[in-house]
């Protein structure tokens, strides 16, 4: 256990201060790839944020899957890339699993590795999905990028009287999430009893199909309108992704707030037969959803990542969250975690065939393997115990965690 301290503390130290190499590639071959293999690629050190990679690639007139967060924080190689990694672009390009070509990575045993398709590919499939911490330590990847286009932007924001309302309108908007990922849409929302709000980027999209894209989903808000809904959406263009980029998350940081969070992943099945008793939750929760599947993402062969399959299955990711003040007393802390723990058994049993995104998930998930991992988790757990063969690695709820005590301070 020592040992796991030490080695954990160095990790963080070196990733977060230290690897920030960013090289670009217009002709990157993967290790043990035939030489008519190429791409534009950059690879990144496992300490650089997604801010520093966008504007790396934009400097070479290149976007790529990355993660948002104000002041773009979020690591581009750790925990994002080893969850899985979604994007306002994944609708389009795929997550961040998909755009992954190499990485570098450190073995248990003290051994380097380079991992792509051709050399250790199940360890690379296992690091694309299979949960941080629990392999490896990665040093760096290798990421795919694609040109620069330019991008629409969709917004929407609804004033809201009453509840019933909201809940219709609710429905409506998950019945569209199928439609608005596989027009290209990807972006984000939130969800009350009297205000919806979300905006989606369209890249490579015309105005007009921009316009067409949304205008169902415009009638349908619309037609709410006698009954407490209203409605303003608006449809802007920005010569580059990475513009609209700048625009919104550029500014600003985020600060620790008492937050835990559940997430559900859901599919298209979800949506359309499940919409009405999904939108009671998500009004009562006040939820935020993510429009980062479907798409591009459906269309990618579930086996080609470690990833929970349930994502290519998935359109949109709901979350529901609760949070309290600093001070406030256990018993009332437990009162609160109760009522997640609430959303997450009413959301599971509504969807109990699909999963659960591992990066923004609640220790309380139902079922966790599953949830996590789908029927990926055998596999993972086998790829794990190969190149962990000392099980150095562990963490909470991630693959063979199991074989630790609740505290992960004594293996079974
Ligand atoms: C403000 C905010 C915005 C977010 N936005 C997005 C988003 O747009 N898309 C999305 O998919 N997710 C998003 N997330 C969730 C995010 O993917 C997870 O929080 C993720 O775990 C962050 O990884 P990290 O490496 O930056 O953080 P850390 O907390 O440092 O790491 C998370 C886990 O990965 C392990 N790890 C980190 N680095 C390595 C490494 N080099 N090798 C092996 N294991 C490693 C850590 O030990 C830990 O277990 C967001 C989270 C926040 C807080």
Redesign the pocket.
Known sequence: MIILGVV?RV??LW??HNMKNITYNSAFVPQGAPASETYEAVTLG?GV??HEAYAAVNNYGRLMV?????GG???S????L???????LSPNYG??VDNALEMS?VLSSGKFLTVNRYQSSDLFWALRGG?????????SVTYRTYPSVPTQLYTYQANITNTSAAVELVGGLLRFQTQFTDDGWGGYGFISAQQISFFIFGPNMTNETAMTSTQAWHNFSASLTPFGVVATDKIYYAPSWYLLYQLIFSGGV?NGQNVMITNRLLSRDSVATKYAELAEILVNCTASF?M?AGGKVSQINPDSAGLNPAWRKAVTETVCGVSWDEGTSSVDIEGIISQLKGWIKATYDLTPNDGA?F??ASLFEINWQETFFGSHYATLKSIKDKYDPYRL?V?AE?VGSEEWNADLTCRY
């Open positions: 954990q990790a963080r990733c977060g496992a944020q997604w990355g993660g948002s967060s104000a924080s979020v690591g190689s750790g925990g994002w080893a969850g899985g990694g979604h994007s306002a997550l961040g990575v949960g941080g911490s629990t392999y490896g330590i990665v040093t985020e993510n980062v995104y990066n923004e690695f963490v991630g």
